[in-house]
């Protein structure tokens, strides 16, 4: 069955620890996304990839890093984990054709203490 | 800018009585306005897609519509299975990124 996947599901870890958040889909999609969510507000981009080896900054990228060497997998770095980051970090592909718009994951719940 | 506006920010009914959630937009050029549907800890779930005024498109209890400054999604009869964040996004012409609004928190109580 085609699906995208994240894990962990839930993280919990401390400051300043070096983190990566898991992303795989079956679906063959070339397009692939990292957003973070918080309760009640807009699901704000983080890094978009077009396909291998394409990676693009969206509007909080700073303080994380994505790659793209498989069209399969895209995992989210932080390289320093910081209670700002604490959230929900849901992560999505979509076809070219954009018909169904994005598949998300179920997403990855990060606690940082 | 392109902007996504969404109301009421939370909505209680009962179950059976019909309402409407409110997708207010700007964009430029859209080439798709997106409704979902997510579950407290699961990512959204595709609904619809519209892409012209005057489109509507309908699964089970839902039917969503399209002018060309907002969108409308119509609950008839709602069961307490309906209950969800709906949320609405435009995609704006010439970009694969699209702008979400904060959503609509929708409780159906049997």
């Known amino acids: 069955e085609a699906d995208i996947y994240q894990t962990p599901r839930y993280l919990v870890i401390g400051t300043g620890k070096k983190i990566t958040l898991e992303c795989s889909q079956t679906m063959g999609h070339d397009k692939m996304y990292w957003y973070q969510q918080d309760p009640g507000m807009e699901l704000h981009l983080i890094h978009y990839s077009y396909g291998v080896n394409s990676t693009e900054k969206g509007d909080l990228s700073s303080e994380s890093t994505v790659s793209r060497i498989r069209t399969e997998h895209f995992p989210l770095t932080l390289e320093s984990a910081r209670p700002s980051h604490t959230s929900q970090y849901l992560c999505?592909?979509?076809?070219?054709?954009?018909?169904?718009?994005?598949?998300f994951g179920s997403g990855t719940r990060l606690t940082v203490v | 800018e392109d902007q996504v506006t969404q109301s009421p920010e939370a909505l209680r009914l009962q179950e059976g009585e019909s309402s409407s959630l409110n997708c207010s937009y700007t964009v430029s050029g859209l080439r798709g306005l997106f409704w979902y549907r997510q579950d407290p800890g699961k990512g959204p779930e595709f609904l619809f897609t519209?892409?012209?005024a005057g489109e509507e498109k309908e699964k089970e209890r839902l039917k969503a519509t399209l002018t060309k400054k907002e969108s409308f999604l119509h609950i008839t009869a709602p069961k307490p299975e309906d209950s969800a964040t709906y949320l609405c996004a435009v995609r704006p012409g010439g970009s694969y990124i699209p702008t979400f609004g904060r959503g609509t928190s929708l409780i159906v109580h049997p």
């Open positions: 999505a592909s979509s076809e070219d054709s954009w018909i169904y718009g994005y598949t």
């Open positions: 519209l892409y012209s």
